[in-house]
C-alpha cells in the first residue's frame, strides 16, 4: 500500500519534473571532448531512448550532435563500436560482458547506462500453437490463461524426438538476453535447450531443442518459411507475427522474470576513457529520454508512448509500420488478434530505477554464460563480482545523475544512490528460483540443467 | 664496293627433321643508287627475303653486308616499306610520320621537326590530310603516308614490299611514277619485291627472278636497258621493253613448268595459251 | 550564297549530332535527327516505329501485366506492390530526402532568413496538427467499422465454435465412458474397431473445430482497404507533424546561429560580471569562458547530423564502385599488361586468375574487413581517413573503413575481366605493329606506350566496362553486408523495417540501380569508342 502510494507521487513528480524542465530547467554544457557523435542501434523498439535522445533535442541540449545509425545485425555493431567506427551503441545486455570476458569479439566495453526492462517476447509457428492446444485443453480458448509454461511445448518436443528431429527455435545473438531467455523458460519445463562448450560453440550438445541464430527482422520470415518452429524476439517482431498471422507469442519475457534487463547504451573503455565529459554528457541526455518515455500522467497513462513509436516508425528508425509499433510501445500486447492484453510494463524506460547500470544484473547474464558453459570452466563468486565492476559503471551514471538533480530534471527518489549496486533478491521468476547477485554459485546449484557451479 | 650484299644466304623454317628450306644460296649485290626489282610467284619466299633484306629475320646461314658491315637487327637504316602498309591506326598521319623522326633524329629542334615532317607528307600529296587518321584514307594514300613514313627516316636503302599490289590500276601507275620521281630526285637505293614485270620494267635498272620455293634462290639477271624518264604510254610500242618483257616472262614461265615436273604434279590442263589482251602480264601460276 | 552557308553549317550539325549518337551507341535516335532533317521521311518512322515505339510499348506492357498481376499475389509477408504503389513509394522517399535537405538548410540559415521562415512553418504546423487529429479520428473509425463488420461476420461462427466445443467435450466424456462399459463385454477384435471407430469421430470433430478456427482465422486476417488508406493518411499527415515540428525546433533554438548567439550572449555577460568579481571567482569565470570559447569552436564547425537519404546513398555507391573500380584497374591493366608480354608471367598469374576469379563477394567482405580494420585501427586519428575526410568534394563522403572494404570488394570481383583482356590485349597486337618499333629501334618504354597500349586499349577497356557492370552489382551485395551507407544499405534497412511500404520501397530501388547501371555503362562505351580504331573490337 505504502509503496503504491509511493510509486503514485513518484509518477507526479516525474509528470511535473517533465512538464516545468523545458521552461524552468536548462542544462549546463560539459566540456566535451567531442561533439559530433555516432551511434549505432539495430531496429528493435527498445533503441527509443537513443531516438528519443535524438529526436527530442537531449543531445542537442547537452551540446551533441548525433547521428544514429541502423546496424544489420548485433556482429557489425559491435565491431564498429570496437573499431570506433561509432561511438557507442544500442546493444544486448550479454555483449559488454561476453566481449570483456572474451566470448566472441574480445574487447573492453563498458556501460553506464541500462536502457530498458522486458521487451521480449517468445512466438511459435501457428502449427506449433494448434499442437500444444490440442495437448492442453486450457489454451484452447481465445484467451488462454497466462503465464504459459513450456510444459505445454513438451508434447511437441516429444513428438520432434519421436519422429528423430529436434525442434528449431530462433533467438538473436549467442549472448542476448533472448537467448538465456528462451533457455531459461525451456529448462524451467525440463526441455534441454543444448549446452555450450569449447567444441560446440553453436550450443546444441544434449539438445531437446535446438536453438540458432537469427537476426531480429528477419524472424518473422524464418518461421513462416518453416526453418525454425518459433523465437525468442524483441518487438516489433512478436506484433508482425500476430499482425500477419504467421505466429503465436506464448509468452513475454516479463513472465519469465519479471522486470529483466534488456538492452544497455555500450561504449568502448578507451573510448570512454578519452572521453569522459562527452560520456557523461550522453548519459544525461539519455537518463532525460529515458524518463520522457516513462512519463505518465496522474491516472498512470503513459502520455509520450504514442509519439515516441511515431517517431520510431520512421524508416530511418525502426521503420516498422506505426500501428505494430504502437500496440506494445503504449502498452498492450495482442497474444493473437483476439487476445490483446494491457501489458503496462512490457517496455520500461525509466521506472524501477531501470536505467541504472546494477551489478547485480551483469552478475546474472555471467551466471547464464557460466550455465550453459559459454564460459567453459567454474569460476569463483568473487570473479563475478570483478568482472561485472569491470563493464559497469555505475559511477559515471551517479555524476550524471547529480548533474540531472542539480539542473532540476530529476528529484531524488529518481536515482537510487545509496546502492551497493545489487538488486534486492528477487524470487519473480517463471520457476520462482530466488536470485541473488551476491552469490552466483548458489544460484547456479539451484538449478537442474546447466552446470551448477 | 657495293651498298648491300647478300652472300649464300640460306632461310628455313621448322625443326630440323622435318625443316622447310624457303631460301637457298642467295647471292645478291646492290649498287648505291640503283634500283633493283626483285620479281617472283607469290608464295615463292619473297616475304622472307624481304624480311632477311630489313634484318627482322636472321639468315640460318650466309651473311649481309651494309656497306661492309654485317646486318643482324632492324633499323632506319633499311627502310622497309610494308606491303600492307602498317600504319598505326590509332595515330593521325601527322603522327605516323612523327613517331619515326623522333625516334631516328631524337636532337631535331621542334620547329625544324614539324618542317621536316611537313617536308615529307608534302612531298607525297598528303598536306591536306595531316590530321586525318589512317581509316579516313583511302588505300593509295595509305601507301603514299607508309612511304612518306619509310623516307623521313632517310635510310641508306628502300626497301619495297610489294608496294603497289593491293591497288587500282590508275592509283598504282601514279605511285609508280612517285616512287621513280623520289628515287630520282634523292637519289637512293631502292630494292622492290614485285610480281609484276610491267612494273618491273617500268621502274627498275635490273631485274631479279626468284626461282620458285621451296628453296628459291635468285636466277641470273635481267638488266634493264632501256633509258630514263621512261615513258609508259610509248613503252609499249618500244622493242627493247617487249623483248625485256617476254624474256622475263618466258623465264618465269619455264621455271613454273619446271616447278610442275620437278613435283611430279599430274594435272592434265587443257592445252591453250592465254592471249595477252591487255599487254600487262602479271605472273601467276594459273598460266601453266 | 548565305543559303548554301545556312544549308552546309545545318549539314554540319547534323554530321555532328550522327556522330554523338554513334559515340554514345544511342542508335535509335539516330532516325529522329534524320527525319527532322527530311531524310527519306517514311524509312525514319519506320525506323521509329521499331526502335522506339516498340520499346515503349513492350515497358508499358510489362507495366500493364505487372498492375495487372500484383494485385494477386499475396504472402503473409506482404504482397507485391503495383506501379502505382512503387510511384507512391518514390514519392515518400523523395519527400523525406527532400525534408532531410531543408532541415540542413535550416540549420544553417541566418537570424533575418529564419525568422519568417520559422512565421511560416509554425502556421503549417498548426494546420498539420489538425489534419493529423482529423486523421486520427479518420482511423479510429475506420477500425470502429472495420472491427464492427468482422464480429458480424465472426459472431455466428464463433457462437459455433463455442457450442460445439463444449457438447463436444461431454458427448466426449459420456460417449467414452459408455465405450469403456461396453468393451468389458466384446472380444478384442470387435474392441479395437470400437475404439477405431471412436478415434475416427474424435478426429473429424476436432476437424470441424479447426477448420471453423481456421475461418475465423481469415476473416480477422483480411486487410480492410479503408482502414488502410485511413493509416496511410494517418501516417502521413502524422509525419509531416513531426517534421515540422523538428523543423520549428531546428529554425528556433536548435539553428547555429542561435546557439552561437546565445554562446556569445553568456560570454558576454561573464565578461560583465568578471568586473566586479573577486579573485577567486575571476579565476573560475576566466576559465568558463575559454571553455565557451572553446564551445563556440566547436558550434561554428559543426553541421546538421542529417540521416541518409536515398540520393546521398545512391552518389555514395557511385563513388565507391569508381573507388573499387578505380583500384581493381590500377591493378589489373599493369598485371594484364605484363601477362600479355611475358608467357612466362603469365603462366605465374594464371593459378591466381583461376583460383580467386570465382570467388563471391560476400566471401570476400568479411576478410577486406578484417584487412581494412587492421590497417585503420582507429578511423578517428588515422591519416588516410582524416586526409578523405578534408578533401574537397569527396569528404562529403564520409569514406570510412566500411566503404573501403566495400570499394576493395568491388576491386576484387571485378579485376578479372580488366585483367584478361589487357592480356589479351596485349599478346594479340598485330605482327606488323611491333615490326614497325623493330624498324624503329623503339626502346621497352616506347614500345610499350607508342605501340603496345594504344593498340591494346580498345580491348582494355572493353574489359573495363564489363568490370564496371560487374562491379556495381557486386556493390549493392557488398554493402549491404558492410552497413556501408549506399543502395545496398538502403535496400537491407528496407527489408529490415517490414513495413508495409518497405517491398515497395525496395522495388524504386530495382529502377534506381537499373538506371544507374545503365548511364555507367554508356559512360563506359563512351570512352571504348574514343579509344577503339578501325579493325580493333566493336564495341557493342
Known sequence: ?453 | MSLLTLEHVNKGFGPAANRYEVLHDINLSVEENEFVAIIGFSGSGKSTLMSLLAGLTQPDSGTMRLRGEIVNKPGPELGIMFQNYSLLPWLSVYENVEIAVRQVFPKMEKGERADYIRHYTSMVGLDNAEWKKPSELSGGMRQRLSLARTLSMKPDILLLDEPLSALDAITRSSLQDEIIRIWNDDKKTVVMITNDVDEAALMADRIVPLTLGPAATLASDFPVTLDRPRDRTTLNYNDTFKTLRNDVSQFMMSLSDEAQTETNDTYILPDIQPKDFTQHTVLSRAHS | MSDENRRTATERIKHFLLQVIDLTALGFLEPVVRLIYGEEPRVQIRKIGRFVAVPILAFLCFVGIWAAWAPHHKTKAGEVPTPSVVSEAYTTILTFSEREDSKEEAYLLSEAERVPLLQQAEAQLLKARTTAQAADEAVAHAQEADTASKKQLTERISEQLKTHKSTYKQERKTRENALKTELGTLSSNESIARVAAFREWKSKQTRLQKSMKEDLARIRAQVNPKVQTALAQQTSCAEEVQYLSSYCDILSKSNKESKLAAIDAEILALQNSMKQADTKNRYKQADKILVLHERRKKVEASSYAKASTLPMQIIRSIACVFAGFLIGTVIAVPIGVCCGLSSTFMAAVTPFIALFKPVSPIVWLPILLIIVGGFIPDPETHWLIQWLWDAPLIGELKINPAFLASALTVAMCSLWATMVNAALGVASVDEDHLNVAKVLRLGFCARLFKIILPSSLPLIFAGMRISLGVGWMVLIAAELLASSEGIGKFVWDQFNNGASDSFAKMFVVVFVVGFVGLILDRIMIIFQRLVSFEGSVAAI
Open chain 1, 1 to 453: 500500500m505504502l509503496s503504491s502510494l509511493l510509486r503514485h507521487t513518484a509518477i507526479i513528480c516525474a509528470s511535473a519534473t517533465f512538464c516545468l524542465p523545458l521552461h524552468t530547467a536548462e542544462t549546463e554544457q560539459l566540456e566535451l571532448e567531442k561533439s559530433e557523435l555516432k551511434f549505432g542501434f539495430i531496429k528493435l523498439t527498445d533503441c527509443a531512448p537513443l531516438v528519443i535522445a535524438k529526436e527530442k533535442g537531449f543531445f542537442s541540449d547537452e551540446g551533441l550532435s548525433v547521428e544514429v545509425v541502423a546496424q544489420s545485425n548485433w556482429k557489425i555493431l559491435l565491431d564498429n563500436v570496437i573499431s570506433g567506427e561509432l561511438d557507442g551503441a544500442h546493444m544486448l545486455s550479454g555483449q559488454p560482458i561476453a566481449a570483456t570476458i572474451g566470448i566472441g569479439t574480445k574487447a573492453h566495453i563498458v556501460t553506464a547506462y541500462t536502457m530498458d526492462l522486458n521487451g521480449n517476447a517468445i512466438t511459435v509457428s501457428n502449427s506449433v500453437w494448434s499442437r500444444m492446444q490440442e495437448a492442453d485443453e486450457s489454451l484452447d480458448t481465445e484467451t488462454p490463461p497466462h503465464p504459459i509454461s513450456a510444459q505445454s511445448l513438451r508434447p511437441v518436443v516429444d513428438e520432434y524426438l519421436e519422429n528423430g528431429e529436434k525442434l528449431q527455435m530462433g533467438m538473436v545473438f549467442p549472448v542476448s538476453t533472448h537467448n538465456y531467455e528462451l533457455r531459461y523458460w525451456l529448462a524451467s519445463s525440463g526441455i534441454h535447450p543444448g549446452m555450450y562448450s569449447a567444441s560446440d560453440v553453436g550450443g546444441r550438445t544434449s539438445a531437446e531443442v535446438e536453438l540458432s541464430v537469427t537476426p531480429p527482422p528477419m524472424m518473422p520470415a524464418t518461421l513462416e518459411a518453416g526453418n525454425i518452429q518459433g523465437y525468442c524476439v524483441g518487438e516489433p517482431w512478436n506484433q508482425k507475427a500476430v499482425s500477419t498471422s504467421i505466429g503465436v507469442p506464448v509468452v513475454t519475457n516479463y513472465d519469465i522474470w519479471k522486470n529483466n534487463p534488456e538492452k544497455i547504451f555500450g561504449v568502448s573503455a578507451a573510448w570512454a576513457e578519452e572521453n569522459p565529459q562527452t560520456h557523461l554528457a550522453v548519459v544525461k541526455a539519455l537518463i532525460r529520454a529515458g524518463q520522457w518515455l516513462d512519463a505518465t500522467d496522474t491516472q498512470g497513462t503513459l502520455i509520450n508512448r504514442s509519439e515516441a513509436a511515431r517517431i520510431l516508425s520512421g524508416s530511418n528508425y525502426v521503420g516498422a509500420d506505426f500501428d505494430i509499433i504502437k500496440n506494445s510501445m503504449t502498452g498492450f500486447f495482442y497474444f493473437q488478434k483476439t487476445d490483446k492484453r494491457a501489458m503496462p510494463e512490457f517496455n520500461v524506460f525509466f521506472d524501477h530505477f531501470c536505467t541504472y547500470p546494477w551489478y547485480s544484473d551483469g552478475v546474472w547474464f555471467l551466471t547464464q554464460m557460466r550455465r550453459w558453459g559459454q564460459i567453459t570452466e567454474a569460476k569463483p563468486a568473487s570473479w563475478y563480482a570483478e568482472t561485472a565492476q569491470k563493464v559497469y559503471r555505475p559511477d559515471v551514471y551517479r555524476e550524471a545523475a547529480k548533474l540531472l538533480l542539480a539542473e532540476g530534471f530529476i528529484t531524488e527518489e529518481d536515482i537510487p544512490w545509496d546502492t551497493d549496486g545489487y538488486k534486492a533478491p528477487t524470487k519473480e521468476f517463471i520457476d520462482g528460483i530466488l536470485y541473488d547477485g551476491h552469490d552466483p554459485l548458489g544460484y547456479l546449484s539451484k538449478h537442474t540443467i546447466g552446470h551448477k557451479e
